[in-house]
């Protein structure tokens, strides 16, 4: 079957881990663990219209400008971009990320999810204003790795965007 | 890595630049380990920081805060544990290494040792080669064992970090794709830490006695996973084996994007798979020339001792099996039937096996081969045909038949002479009744004969009294009437003659078919009589297939015609079924072509194939007996292929055959 990389991108505690865990492996734990480098699982998505073995590279969170992260994006078929419906400061963040990726590879697609959607509830937030959907003219996902919400649709449109794409 | 000093010299180079350092971090750590030391040291330090700070009594202070800051630093050399093992590894590391390499030393000695006690030929060449290279005896054995086992291969695109193909012996705990991940991820790493720009690579990777060995192009990795020590040609080896793939598959690998054609996927995989088993190969150990020289002399005089031992125990068995055939010349009642001589060398005795005519002949060649060679004579195989008691069968059963066909031919003749009675008291009841008619018939014209009389005598009496002219009108009409009926007596008597014919006639035609009938029934007897012997002795129907059956083959065990062989496997099957105690020879040939070790291996293979299909119809195994006797009794003419040479055949195994 064919295989794609996938590279997960965002500030420090944005729930990259999460959301993979979530998807791969229907988990969630509230516990915190740092990425330290990076992690790589593998899946195959049942749901997905087309079988496609991804292989995520959950990527230790930080500033776009961090020592390896161009190593890792290197040879990414597309990206999860994250930013934390809690701290708007990851926002600005998620565009550097979405301009990294895109100067190394471009014409390669992106998703961006804004993860905690489950404790956002009560606030203020706009989508459609924050920093990436003004730069991409599409507003993120709002996706929550604790109850799974939007999760699934995240991965399943950026594999359907990356065979629309041929890559 | 090419250019690396050896550990020894780099350490010796380390100790001149460093010794300086090295003995400082000693005292340092001598002085930390100490606790009141350490205290005495903090105190004063702390001392000189409160008189600077100009605070009173500093040293009174200083005795109560020195504890609490030795305790931190006690806490914190807990905290940096791994710092600290890094920091002394240069001294434990040496300290390990001459302990682990005393053990060695010590394990050899002692293996030495041991070896000395026993002398088994591997050791005794073991020993050999350590006096000729001047190394232990242990370690020479050591050696000689296997020392790597690569486990698996793995081709993959550096960039995407996507596994392109793993051949693998055995299964792998890890998954390919996440291991693949893994390794450029760490490449990566490696390469941003060191910051390499492209001039060099991780070669290895080793935890315990697993190791990773890698070659990295640009574009491509390929890492080769195993376990113990790995051979020195390794690195050489992948980075050949990489530059092979690289010119062999660059094209399709270079924008490999995940997946692969099938083509290419199974040349790779062609590729790595020789990769993997060169490397196993590697990881063999080699024998040195001399021990295989040692090896061949000793070959060779165990050869000729065998070949000397060999000729004259061939001469002995020779003589023994004459003697055999001398006695089995004795009984002439056993000449043409088939008797085997064969030496059995487990308890050096002739054992003669086979068939002879009747009992009176097996007991006389049995006292011929006990004058003959006396205990040296195993004649428990041998066996009668029991000629006399089949003949005597034989008479039985024919007794049997001739009783059974008398029978029949009474039955039929007693039906067909109740059917001809039948058919005569039917004839005779139809006569009868005809009869019966025409004399009813003749008694109506005799009484109409009388009325017509007595009519002519009135008329005369009537013209006597006058009535001569009655008489004249009437008299031409009587003599017409008289006329007419003497016509239809004639013709009745006519009929009655006809009908008397006709019936004689038909009894006769009866009598003729009844004659053919039984002629042609007597006929029908002698040609249905051998049909019915056959039938009703099944081992003789089970003979006439044998001898007539055959499954030819189209090439290798390829039947040539399946349909009629499943026929002819279920008709011997069912036959077999009605035949307890007979067993089955089947007989693979082959036409001469190719060599003659595999004609007879094939002809094995294809009375194999044979076998199979009887045993699948329900025959069981133990009655079926396969050989291959590649192209003797060839059925073509010519040195060339035939289909008629590709053929099994069969045969009924002989009574008393082991």
Redesign the interface.
């Known amino acids: 079957m064919?295989?794609?990389?996938i590279v997960m991108l965002g500030g420090f505690g944005v729930g990259k881990t999460s959301l993979v865990r979530r998807y791969v492996l229907g988990q969630f734990d509230a516990r915190y663990k740092v990425t330290l480098?990076?992690n790589?699982?593998?899946f195959t998505d049942p749901g997905a219209d087309e079988p496609l073995?991804l292989?995520l590279?959950d990527i230790e969170g930080g500033e776009a400008k961090a020592?390896?992260l161009k190593?890792?994006i290197?040879?990414?078929?597309g990206a999860v971009i994250v930013g934390d419906a809690t701290r708007p400061d990851t926002h600005p963040l998620m565009v550097d990320h979405l301009d990294l990726f895109q100067g190394l590879l471009p014409g390669r697609p992106s998703v961006a999810a804004i993860n905690k959607g489950d404790m956002a509830a009560g606030r203020a937030l706009d989508l459609a204003a924050t920093p990436i959907a003004v730069a991409t003219s599409e507003p993120p996902r709002l996706t929550s790795a604790l109850s799974g919400t939007a999760v699934p649709d995240l991965f399943r449109d950026l594999s359907r965007r990356i065979l629309a794409a041929g890559? | 890595m090419p250019g690396e000093l050896p550990a020894d010299d780099a350490e010796r180079l380390r100790l001149l630049l460093l010794w300086r350092e090295q003995e400082r971090l000693d005292r340092l750590e001598a002085r930390i380990l100490d606790a009141a030391a350490a205290r005495g040291t903090v105190r004063e330090v702390v001392v000189d920081a409160l008189k600077d700070a100009q605070v009173a009594d500093a040293r009174r202070l200083a005795g109560v805060i020195a504890p609490a800051v030795v305790s931190s630093i006690h806490a914190e050399i807990r905290n940096s544990r791994d710092m600290m093992v890094d920091a002394l590894y240069p001294i434990t590391g040496r300290m390990v290494s001459a302990a682990v390499r005393d053990a060695f030393q010590r394990l050899l000695i002692e293996l030495d040792r041991r070896i000395a006690g026993t002398l088994p030929f591997e050791r005794i060449s073991a020993r050999i080669e350590a006096l000729m290279t001047g190394k232990p005896v242990a370690q020479v054995l050591l050696r000689r064992n296997p020392s790597f086992l690569a486990t698996d291969v793995l081709l993959i695109?550096?960039?995407?970090?996507?596994?392109i193909h793993r051949e693998a012996d055995g299964a792998q705990a890890l998954?390919g794709?996440?291991l693949s991940?893994?390794l450029t991820?760490i490449l990566?790493?490696a390469?941003?830490a060191f910051g390499a720009d492209g001039a060099g690579d991780v070669k290895t990777l080793s935890f315990g006695a697993s190791s990773v060995h890698l070659a990295a192009s640009p574009a491509l990795l390929l890492a080769l996973r195993g376990e113990g020590a790995a051979p020195q040609a390794i690195a050489a080896t992948l980075d050949g084996a990489l530059a092979d793939l690289i010119e062999a598959h660059g094209a399709a690998l270079g924008d490999f994007?995940?997946?692969l054609d099938e083509a290419a996927a199974e040349r790779i995989q062609l590729d790595l798979r020789a990769l993997l088993g060169l490397v196993q190969a590697l990881g063999r150990p080699k024998r040195k020339q001399t021990g295989a020289l040692i090896m061949l002399a000793l070959l060779a005089a165990g050869i000729a001792g065998f070949l000397g031992y060999g000729w004259y125990e061939r001469s002995r068995v020779a003589g023994l099996e004459a003697r055999a055939h001398a006695a089995v010349a004795e009984v002439p009642s056993a000449r043409g039937w088939p008797v085997i001589v064969q030496h059995r060398s487990r308890d050096d005795r002739v054992v003669v096996s086979g068939l002879v005519a009747d009992q009176a002949s097996l007991v006389a060649l049995q006292a011929a081969l006990a004058r003959q060679l006396g205990d040296q004579a195993d004649a428990t195989g041998l066996a009668d045909a029991g000629t006399d008691r089949l003949a005597a069968a034989v008479a039985a059963a024919e007794g049997k038949a001739a009783a059974a066909v008398t029978m029949l031919r009474a039955d039929q003749q007693q039906a067909l002479t109740a059917q001809e009675a039948a058919w005569r008291a039917a004839l005779a009841t139809q006569d009868a009744a005809a009869t019966q008619r025409l004399t009813a018939v003749a008694e109506r014209l005799e009484g109409l004969e009388r009325n017509v009389a007595g009519a002519i005598g009135m008329v005369e009496q009537a013209a006597g009294s006058g009535l001569d002219a009655l008489g004249s009108r009437f008299g031409g009409a009587l003599s017409d009437l008289g006329g007419a009926l003497a016509q239809l007596r004639r013709e009745l008597e006519a009929d009655i003659a006809r009908v008397a014919e006709r019936s004689e006639g038909r009894a006769s035609d009866l009598a003729s078919a009844l004659v053919d009938y039984s002629r042609e029934l007597q006929t029908l007897d002698a040609r249905v009589r051998p049909l019915e012997d056959i039938a009703a002795d099944p081992q003789r129907l089970l003979a006439e297939a044998v001898a007539v059956a055959a499954v030819f083959f189209s090439d290798e065990d390829v039947l040539a015609d399946p349909p009629h062989t499943t026929e002819l496997v279920e008709q011997l099957a069912g036959l077999l079924a009605e035949v307890p105690g007979v067993r089955l020879r089947i007989v693979g040939f082959s036409d001469p072509t190719g060599r003659a070790g595999l004609n007879a291996s094939l002809s094995q293979a294809r009375a194999d194939r044979v076998r199979g299909l009887l045993t699948a119809a329900g025959v069981a195994p133990e009655r079926l007996l396969t050989v291959g006797r590649a192209t003797e009794r060839r059925l073509a003419a010519g040195t060339g292929p035939n289909p008629r040479d590709r053929r099994v055949e069969f045969e009924l195994v002989r009574v008393g055959e082991p």
């Open positions: 064919a295989a794609r990389k480098g990076v790589i699982y593998k073995d292989v590279w020592p390896l190593t890792y290197m040879g990414a078929a890559l | 695109h550096r960039s995407t970090g996507l596994l998954d794709d996440v991940g893994l991820a990566g790493f390469a941003d994007s995940g997946t």
